[in-house]
């Protein structure tokens, strides 16, 4: 469940289920608090995006915003500057699905939210934040017809057709995730009951738990999450033992994986660690976490 913290990217050929699975992690994330609410409220309400007799939002957002979305529908913007998707997601999950299709600026200009939990939007004559902490999730197929890999269907893609598919997401919007899941071409009922079977309630109390530590670590902040841990704060709270540093040096020297996928793994490591309630990161956290950069490995065997 460290997906519910981080930035994923889903990888499954067509019809795996992960537009499904997206739209159930608000369910998993531990529930709205109240201030929560309020804030979420808050945005929906100037919007005029409450139902009538709704005075407060009980779940947390689920945004799938299209491909095709403008930079000011994504992050906000107009000579009065509203909200966007990325705010009408603040304390839910903005799922990007066929992230590929996405133009690369409107990408970008989810740097600094992704950074901050807010965006700015700056005008000749003031500038406005609305908040945006929200969980980024996407999804893509492994080639443009969808069907690399799949036992079932035949892949009708030449191979420069996919390596110019893969590029568009590779360098920094692919150093900027943290997890690569590959999603399996199995039934979505069997991928929904999670593979050790782990319920939706143990699951949401594990999140509730790292979730805890995460704010015993970075105090009243609490858009202070792993995903933003600082180089600074990765030496203070990820120190690895001699066993852990030769696990990660040799995986990046073996995937040639860049400085900052080196942060990711132990950002994700931390989270690993926090999910099993320990303390001192182990080298079976590293382990997992370099689990998760499959795509990495994938673009560099090219
Ligand atoms: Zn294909």
């Known amino acids: 469940m460290v997906i519910l913290v981080h930035i994923m990217l889903m990888i499954g050929t067509l019809g795996t289920g992960k537009t499904m699975l997206a739209q159930r992690l608000p369910t998993i994330l531990p529930p709205l608090t109240a201030a929560e609410s309020l804030e979420t409220t808050r945005i929906y309400s100037a919007m005029g995006r409450l139902e009538p007799n709704q005075p407060l939002l009980s779940t947390r957002p689920f945004r799938p915003p299209h ?136 699951m949401r109390a594990q999140v509730h738990r790292a979730r805890q530590a995460q704010r015993a670590r970075f105090g009243a902040d609490n858009h202070r999450l792993n995903n933003r841990l600082t180089t600074r704060q990765l030496r203070k709270y990820c120190a690895l033992d001699a066993e852990g540093r030769t696990l990660l040096q040799t995986a990046m020297d073996e995937l040639g994986l860049s400085a900052r996928a080196h942060d990711r793994i132990l950002r994700v490591a931390r989270t690993i660690a926090d999910l099993e309630g320990a303390a001192h990161l182990q080298p079976a956290h590293v382990m997992e976490a370099i689990g998760y950069r499959s795509l990495d490995r994938k673009l560099w065997a090219r």
């Open 67 to 202: 491909h095709t979305i403008s930079d000011a529908g994504m992050v906000g913007g107009g000579s009065t500057p509203s909200p966007g998707e990325i705010s009408l997601a603040h304390n839910g999950v903005l799922f990007l699905d066929e992230l590929p299709e996405f133009n690369r600026k409107s990408l970008e200009v989810l740097r600094q939210p992704l950074e901050e939990g807010r965006v700015t939007i700056s005008r000749a004559l003031n500038s406005t934040t609305f908040p945006a902490n929200f969980v980024l999730v996407a999804s893509m197929n492994p080639c443009p017809c969808g069907y690399l890999g799949d036992a079932r269907h035949a892949c009708k893609c030449n191979p420069p057709q996919i390596e110019r598919y893969m590029s568009r997401i590779s360098g920094p919007l692919l150093d900027r995730i943290d997890l690569h899941i590959e999603v399996p071409a199995v039934p979505f009922q069997e991928l929904s009951a999670a593979a050790d079977g782990t319920s939706s309630a143990v």
